[in-house]
């Protein structure tokens, strides 16, 4: 429904996308830096806010765009026609992208009026892994995002464009100064936790100074929200966003998950954990929440059943809010991918995310489609080899260049991923508006070339054993490396497939399957010398600064380049759209020609549905991660 | 009568030479023989000693021999080692394709090819070899004429993998059991020949030793290990799986150094340790050989186990094991589970199998059931 879930992270969807197949959206995220530091250090100094009055006379307000999300996408849709009609799309089988689109255009679409929806149905969806916590501002994982993006309510969205509005359900209107060093917000007065309580600008504001609080262990959701200097509340609706800086990107900090402060305020000095006191306990059985659904049963390992909230979009008998397309959601917790696809077989379970191999080898029959079909999106996310700018063998950008040069990517694209997956070039997705123009060209296979540039970069075999050497202080170091990598099976062919193809230019290149926690401690450490990895997409491109600045938290390649690091700055203070696409454009292609990944594909988003299910729309985040996302899934009434 | 036939014996021992009564070990062998499972067992181990020892020049897409540039080169012997594959290839940049740029480069060349030309390690793709299209990959590579046992997702031919496979599997299970037939004849004889509180040491240690779980200790040496190989597997699995062997040993060794041949040996002088050698360890073989067959198969299983469960050694290793857990991925593709687990389940089986008759052959107990 909302999307808090850090989407000012750049989220890693490293080495376990491919597990996570069954999250959608953020996979994993790396727990802020923040968090692990010491608790002792004071995040948050106190702050003399001035008078609301003051404020007023002295910033520039702009409007802000305060929207509906479903609305948004009615708008889009009613331009769209669909391409076959539903009974037609529901007998279609989706082997080709015009299928795809097909199946989309008719299925993917939001009901032309109420009588069509079934108020009363259950969705039953898939999630890979059970909640941690149900404490919003405790998750880390994609469930824990998930199912607070359903229970909770956030004051803003992003659409499938990423771009940023608040959400009319919760806001009546947000003003930016025109530095974008302040945010307005007025919240609506009709919200209400579930237990009655109205839901205040005082809840957001202690919310806020949870979440900075070093005493509490909030893994995820700091980072991002450390980068706001203040928030205060003028009255219960009124509210000031403070800003470190004047960034452009401010926005995307505004979001987090919000939990009712008359809950939380009694014990939090006691037991700032918020987990282990009784009292706290209580409350993580039987959550108070602010959002369009409630807990009704969990059963850890199996089940969470979340039921619509009546006091959400009804109040004194009067509909406030759009009211929620199903009555109940149940998250069922199946690990193993091919049970899940039984389980969606047999109608036990209504969308589960596919794997390749799934999508191509067990999902093309009658079987399958007895009661369910399949949709696919494509998603901003890549998978690239990275190579340790650091070492001696990847130092010359030429190095890299040949390693580029020696992939077999037909081999890749065609064999290894089904050709289901779009080559990568770089950074950015050719669709997206941060893209260079021209785009980047994909490489090709070339071992002559590849050879080619490791002889000008010094790599021969000198010593006439096969395998290429240079010298480096009268030391002779054989061209010989290790590739770390998850022990999924994609991954290992495909990194199997560089081995051999450098195998052929006379570079020995290891295998190494790798476990997860290990290979995350090691990237971070930079403790390897290529890795194949991926990452998924932020919703700015100043995100990616993490990955590409000198030093960065994210660095893990150690890659170096002033230009670059100037750029970054400079795209993150330029408030113009059109001259930010050029700086990132730029970027872009300063990346692709030092080549510090060897950039392979992106992996598209593959979902299974029920034939029950209609209106999943793909964004570049997948069919979840943005708004409206999943509020505009709905079923049918039975004719 | 009976004095009269005593007598004749031994005037015709007189005229011939005596003959020598058979050895133990000939007798045992005489009865194995007898045993046509066993036999049979024997002779498909030797097959698979075969296999492993000339998988190169069954499967492959390096030449046998080859004739280049005036110079006879062995190219297939890379797959046993790399640098056992002449540099000239690569300097002359072969780029692991042989079939055509030997004819390019040297239109006098000639080479005898493997009988199957597939490489375990790499998929074969098209015109390769004198117009043969390439592997198929995917789900689409059932068995055909090309490839016998079909292919893998990724293309690379079953049949190759297989018969490279079989040095793995032949070669954990002697170098495990190698390693672990020292230790434990070692311990099991010094422990049951000194007794006392040596006895007591040893036997402690034994104990210790059996407590630790194998499959455990491997996984954990594994994630410690920076670049961990097969032959780390294999001095686990031998290090921690000689404490049945050693029990055996210890109990004969016990029992014969109170045998009548060796208190003659101690009173003639001979030294403790020519005792324990050359007298008592060859008589106690035996029963020792028994365990160490299974534990072959034990080794064979484990490694099969670990690779399918992808804790084997580093991809791409053509292990039958490997090539279950990828059939795992996709149930449909049985030839990737079928031709693997008969291969392990022939291997295993043949192992028990001599073990089985080896004890019945051995133990005078038996001899005559």
């Known amino acids: 429904m909302y999307q808090y879930p850090r989407f000012n992270l750049f989220v890693l969807a490293l080495f376990l996308m491919m597990t996570l197949t069954g999250c959608p959206g953020p996979a994993t995220e790396e727990t802020g830096e923040e968090a692990d530091s010491e608790t002792k250090e004071v995040l948050l100094e106190p702050f003399d806010a001035p008078k609301l009055a003051d404020l007023d006379a002295q910033v520039e307000w702009e409007d802000q765009p305060v929207l509906d999300s479903l609305e948004l996408l009615r708008e889009r849709q009613s331009q769209e026609k669909p391409q076959v009609t539903v009974e037609e799309a529901l007998k279609l089988k989706n082997t080709d992208q015009e299928m795809n689109e097909k199946i989309l255009s008719a299925l993917g679409r939001l009901p032309e009026n109420d009588e069509q929806v079934d108020w009363g149905a259950t969705i039953n969806r898939h999630v890979g892994a059970d909640l941690k916590s149900t404490n919003p501002i405790m998750g880390s994982s994609a469930v824990e995002f998930e199912v607070s993006s359903l229970t909770g309510f956030g004051l803003f969205s992003f659409d499938w464009n990423f771009k940023p509005f608040a959400v009319s359900d919760t806001v009546v209107s947000w003003q930016s100064s025109k530095d974008k060093l302040y945010d307005k917000v007025v919240l609506r007065d009709d919200l209400t936790w579930s237990d009655g309580t109205p839901i205040t600008a005082h809840d957001i504001v202690f919310t806020f100074k949870t979440i900075m609080n070093p005493a509490v262990p909030v893994p995820a959701v700091r980072s991002g929200t450390d980068q706001i200097r203040w928030i205060q509340a003028y009255d219960d609706q009124t509210l000031v966003f403070f800003h470190k800086e004047s960034l452009p990107t401010n926005v995307w900090n505004l979001n987090f998950p919000i939990i009712p402060k008359h809950i939380y305020e009694k014990e939090l000095e006691s037991d700032p954990t918020l987990q282990d006191s009784p009292y706290h306990v209580k409350f993580e059985n039987d959550p108070v929440t602010g959002g369009p659904y409630q807990f009704e049963k969990r059963e850890r390992g199996q089940e969470i059943l979340l039921k619509r909230r009546e006091s959400w979009y009804m109040q ?15 998250l069922r917790i199946i690990e193993d991918p091919n049970t899940a696809l039984l389980a969606l077989k047999n109608g036990k379970i209504d969308e589960m995310a596919l794997n390749p191999e799934l999508w191509k080898t067990q999902t093309e029959d009658d079987d399958f489609y007895k009661i369910c079909t399949k949709a696919n999106g494509l998603e901003w996310v890549y998978f690239y080899f990275g190579w340790n700018c650091e070492t001696l063998f990847f130092q010359d950008k030429e190095v890299r260049q040949a390693m580029s040069y020696a992939f077999n990517h037909k081999e890749m694209l065609d064999e290894l991923c089904y050709g289901l997956y779009q080559p990568c070039t770089g950074i950015f997705h050719e669709t997206a508006w941060m893209s260079p123009d021209p785009m980047s060209k994909p490489y090709q296979q070339n071992l002559a070339k590849a050879e080619k540039l490791l002889d000008e970069a010094g790599w021969i075999d000198h010593d006439g054993d096969g395998i290429r050497d240079k010298e480096f202080d009268g030391k002779v170091i054989p061209f010989r490396f290790s590739i770390m990598t998850s022990s999924q099976p994609l991954s290992l062919s495909i990194c199997t497939l560089l081995k051999e193809n450098l195998a052929q230019i006379g570079i020995i290149c290891e295998v190494k399957p790798t476990e997860f926690t290990v290979m995350q401690d090691k990237a971070r450490n930079h403790q390897f010398q290529a890795m194949f990895g991926g990452w998924g997409t932020g919703t700015d491109p100043d995100t990616s600064i993490n990955l590409w ?72 985040r997948g069919p979840y991660g943005y708004g409206p996302g999943f509020s505009s899934l709905w079923k049918p009434v039975e004719n | 009568m009976q004095e009269e036939s005593d007598n004749k014996s031994t005037v015709s021992a007189e005229l011939k ?58 190219p297939a012997l890379g797959y046993f080692r790399r640098q056992w594959e002449n540099p000239i290839f690569y300097k002359d940049r072969f780029r ?37 299209p390439g592997n198929p990959t995917q789900d689409n590579g059932a068995p055909s004429l090309r490839n016998w046992f079909g292919t893998d997702q990724r293309g690379v031919d079953v049949f190759a993998q297989m018969v490279h496979g079989t040095t793995i599997a032949l070669l954990v299970g002697f170098v495990s059991m190698g390693i672990a037939g020292v230790i434990g004849i070692l311990v099991g004889a010094l422990a049951g020949f000194y007794g006392k509180w040596i006895d007591m040491v040893l036997s402690r240690m034994i104990e210790v030793v059996m407590c630790i779980p194998t499959l455990i200790l491997i996984l954990a040496i594994i994630a410690i290990i920076d670049s961990p190989t097969i032959w780390h597997m294999m001095a686990i699995i031998g290090l921690t799986g000689w404490t049945g062997i050693a029990r055996l040993a210890r109990a004969e060794f016990m029992r014969l150094r109170e045998s009548d041949f060796v208190l003659a040996a101690r009173t003639t002088g001979v030294g403790q340790f020519r005792i324990i050698f050359r007298y008592i360890l060859p008589n106690s073989l035996a029963p020792v050989l028994v365990p160490i067959t299974f534990g072959i198969a034990a080794a064979i299983l484990i490694e099969s186990g670990l690779s399918f469960l992808g804790f084997g050694a580093p991809p791409p290793n053509p292990s039958w094991g490997t090539l279950l857990n990828l059939g795992r991925q996709n149930l449909q593709m049985w030839w990737l589970i079928f031709f693997p687990g008969m291969a392990i389940f022939l291997a295993v089986l043949a192992y028990n199998l001599i073990g089985e008759g080896l004890q019945e052959a051995s133990d005078p107990r038996l001899r005559d059931a």
Not at chain 1, 319 to 330: A, D, G, K, L
Not at chain 1, 576 to 593: M, N, S, T
Not at chain 2, 22 to 38: D, G, L, Y
Request: aromatic residues 20%.
């Open chain 1, 549 to 620: 600045k000198t030093e960065a938290a994210r660095n893990y390649v150690n890659y170096s380049n002033p230009e670059v690091d100037k750029l970054f700055e400079e795209g993150r203070r330029e408030f113009d759209k059109e001259k930010r696409a050029k700086i990132y454009g730029k970027i872009h292609e300063l990346l692709y020609d030092d080549q510090p990944y060897t950039w392979l594909y992106f992996r598209n988003s593959f979902y299974g549905f029920n034939k029950d299910l209609r209106g999943y729309v793909f964004s570049p």
């Open chain 1, 316 to 330: 004194d008998g009067k509909q406030v809010r759009t009211r929620p397309y199903f009555e109940r959601v149940r």
């Open chain 2, 17 to 74: 030479t005596v003959k020598k009564s058979p050895s133990f070990w000939v007798e045992t062998w005489q009865r194995f023989k007898r045993r046509k499972m066993a036999m049979m067992a024997l002779v498909y181990i030797g097959f698979l000693c075969f296999v492993a020892i000339f998988a190169p020049a069954i499967a492959g897409t390096k030449p046998i021999i080859c004739k280049y540039k005036g110079h006879i080169y062995f």
């Open chain 2, 96 to 132: 692991n394709r042989y079939p055509e740029n030997l004819k390019q480069k040297d239109p006098d060349s000639w080479a005898i090819w493997p009988l199957v030309y597939q490489d375990p390690y790499r998929r074969v793709y098209d015109d390769e070899w004198k117009g043969q």
